[in-house]
Nanobody, 126 residues
Framework: QVQLVESGGGLVQAGGSLRLSCAASGRTFSGFAMAMAWFRQAPGKERESVAAITWSGGSTYYADSVKGRFTISRDNAKNTVYLQMDSLKPEDTAVYYC?????????????????WGQGTQVTVSS
């Protein structure tokens, strides 16, 4: 199995920055290339995709709401994926989840992700 552990969440003022990290482990992860993504879920709302990246890192996806402000990256040598979040807004407040999918292409659909972290809270104050 694959274990995903997020870190880096917290409380920040509007306009500030945070960097989320997702450390992956498990025999399955090291032996199989996986697409990775960040999702978020705000209270009373459905989980939505924020950003995704292919195994090679050559292709990325961003939701329109975060385009130009968030950057997804990965370090396969460290089995870690990152989400750099700049110019944060109060509407970015949510629990952020890291996810892994056993596919080589770019994937944004929640249902296609096989493994999920426990989530990290991001709160942006106005």
């Amino acid at each position: 199995q694959v274990q995903l552990v997020e870190s880096g969440g917290g409380l920040v003022q509007a306009g500030g920055s945070l960097r989320l990290s997702c450390a992956a482990s498990g025999r399955t992860f090291s032996g199989f290339a996986m697409a990775m993504a960040w999702f978020r879920q705000a209270p009373g709302k459905e989980r939505e995709s924020v950003a995704a990246i292919t195994w090679s890192g050559g292709s990325t996806y961003y939701a329109d709401s975060v385009k130009g402000r968030f950057t997804i990256s990965r370090d396969n040598a460290k089995n870690t994926v990152y989400l750099q979040m700049d110019s944060l807004k109060p509407e970015d407040t949510a629990v952020y989840y890291c996810a892994a999918a056993r596919v080589l292409y770019l994937e944004t659909r929640t249902s296609k992700y096989d493994y999920w972290g426990q989530g990290t809270q991001v709160t942006v104050s106005s």
